[in-house]
T-cell receptor, first 108, second 115 residues
Framework: KNEVEQSPQNLTAQEGEFITINCSYSVGISALHWLQQHPGGGIVSLFMLSSGKKKHGRLIATINIQEKHSSLHITASHPRDSAVYICAVIPSLKKFYFGTGTSLTVIP | NAGVMQNPRHLVRRRGQEARLRCSPMKGHSHVYWYRQLPEEGLKFMVYLQKENIIDESGMPKERFSAEFPKEGPSILRIQQVVRGDSAAYFC?????????????FGEGSRLTVL
């Protein structure tokens, strides 16, 4: 049983499309992180959320604590957005549970 | 302004040898996390350390793996008597105030290959 489920697992989009990646979790959490892993393997933290919504450039992240669900949106997608997007939840002060990731490919 | 520094970036070991992976957190960060990413799999939490203390090691295999974060110097993840199944990318991340309240910064990872 995986505490964190992401969908879709793979996503191909045309440049310019609006993209949504979903994350559902089954445990109570204190925070949720969205991470981006590029083909070279490096990982970047995009957002940390404990409630509501955050926006950074073309990226928007929302979280609904009651429904145990978070979404990552990319507006006006671009080929450089191609990466694996990972949802990570923090059920306590200590550890993480990671989703299996969503592999996004944006075609020019 | 260096980010999280991990070394070596690539390490090749033969079965039975020891692997030592180092992680220097961002300046001022006292919270360090180690994660493992097996080939074709997702990230898995291994251990959470603060200076001189192991806070949570529930993700660490019980044998052969150990981690430390001394008062001075980098955090070290040590794997003794490596086996082929230890081949993976090992990522370190650091945080100023902990993952529930602070942003997380990742290193580039150390890729261990066991022959």
């Amino acid at each position: 049983k995986n505490e964190v489920e992401q969908s879709p697992q793979n996503l191909t989009a045309q440049e310019g499309e609006f993209i949504t990646i979903n994350c559902s979790y089954s445990v109570g959490i204190s925070a949720l992180h969205w991470l981006q892993q590029h083909p070279g393997g490096g990982i970047v933290s995009l957002f940390m959320l404990s409630s509501g919504k955050k926006k950074h450039g073309r990226l928007i992240a929302t979280i609904n604590i009651q429904e145990k669900h978070s979404s990552l949106h990319i507006t006006a997608s671009h080929p450089r957005d191609s990466a694996v997007y990972i949802c990570a939840v923090i059920p306590s002060l200590k550890k993480f549970y990671f989703g299996t990731g969503t592999s996004l490919t944006v075609i020019p | 302004n260096a980010g999280v520094m991990q070394n070596p970036r690539h390490l090749v070991r033969r079965r039975g040898q020891e692997a030592r992976l180092r992680c220097s957190p961002m300046k001022g960060h006292s919270h360090v996390y180690w994660y493992r990413q097996l080939p074709e799999e997702g990230l898995k939490f291994m251990v959470y350390l603060q200076k001189e203390n192991i806070i949570d090691e529930s993700g660490m295999p019980k044998e052969r793996f150990s981690a430390e974060f001394p008062k001075e110097g980098p955090s070290i993840l040590r794997i003794q008597q490596v086996v082929r199944g230890d081949s993976a990318a090992y990522f370190c991340a650091s945080s100023l105030t902990g993952v529930s309240t602070g942003e997380l910064f990742f290193g580039e990872g150390s890729r261990l290959t066991v022959l």
